[in-house]
Antibody, heavy 116, light 107 residues
Framework: EVQLVESGGGLVQAGGSLRLSCAAS????????MSWVRQAPGKGLEWVAT????????YYVDSVKGRFTISRDNAKTSLYLQMTSLRGEDTAVYFC?????????WGQGTLVPVSS | EIVLTQSPATLSLSPGERATLSCRAS??????LGWYQKKPGQAPRLLIY???SRATGIPARFSGSGSGTDFTLTISSLEPEDFAVYYC?????????FGGGTKVEIK
């Protein structure tokens, strides 16, 4: 059974930083493209970032470029999202997901409220 | 950037009725289109990939069609657990994108 478990969310002040983690099991993590997707309160789903299996190709939505960094540790089967210069509009539930042209496996999400 | 437009925004139907949801892309995404179901407090659930293939464990009442720029998700006969928000997503070009969603509510 595939399991993706996010952690690291929590209240942060605007301008602050936070690092999210996603522990993966039940899949061949080292061969998987991985992503972060978020949902702001009362809003729709928004893709945030994707990383390839080797970690040498990274893609971001424009609104987080230069502020967020996606990374991975294949030995630890873990995905990360380093978030800096956080803004109120970054307030959301952040989901970790495997990307295969679609997002086929998802974690339960971790809430990141940003206070201004 | 590919924009996905979903319609209608809200669909009010009764259990047993047929639901037809539309997703239109601002440019061709070939068949790199997925559909998701989202309920409050839950992770999104992949329903359809490749525009028309059902994901593992998805009931046959869910079907997808289309290619290029126009796509449809059909729920042949709504069950009580199907009332939720549905999103389409394109995996053709970076940046990846989701549609704004269609809420299927009980009439």
């Amino acid at each position: 059974e595939v399991q993706l478990v996010e952690s690291g969310g929590g209240l942060v002040q605007a301008g602050g930083s936070l690092r999210l983690s996603c522990a993966a099991s039940g899949l061949t993590f080292s061969n998987s493209w991985m992503s972060w997707v978020r949902q702001a309160p009362g809003k729709g789903l928004e893709w945030v970032a994707t990383i390839n299996p080797d970690g040498n190709a990274k893609y971001y939505v424009d609104s987080v470029k230069g502020r967020f960094t996606i990374s991975r540790d294949n030995a630890k089967t873990s995905l990360y999202l380093q978030m800096t210069s956080l803004r109120g509009e970054d307030t959301a539930v952040y989901f970790c997901a495997r990307y295969n042209r679609v997002f086929d496996y998802w974690g339960q999400g971790t809430l990141v409220p940003v206070s201004s | 950037e590919i924009v996905l437009t979903q319609s209608p925004a809200t669909l009010s139907l009764s259990p047993g009725e047929r639901a037809t949801l539309s997703c239109r892309a601002s440019q061709s995404v070939s068949n790199y289109l997925g559909w998701y179901q989202k309920k409050p407090g839950q992770a999104p659930r992949l329903l359809i990939y490749g525009a028309s293939s059902r994901a593992t464990g998805i009931p046959a009442r869910f079907s997808g069609s289309g290619s290029g720029t126009d796509f449809t998700l059909t729920i042949s006969s709504l069950e009580p657990e199907d009332f939720a928000v549905y999103y389409c997503q394109q995996g053709s070009n970076w940046p990846l994108s989701f549609g704004g969603g269609t809420k299927v509510e009980i009439k």
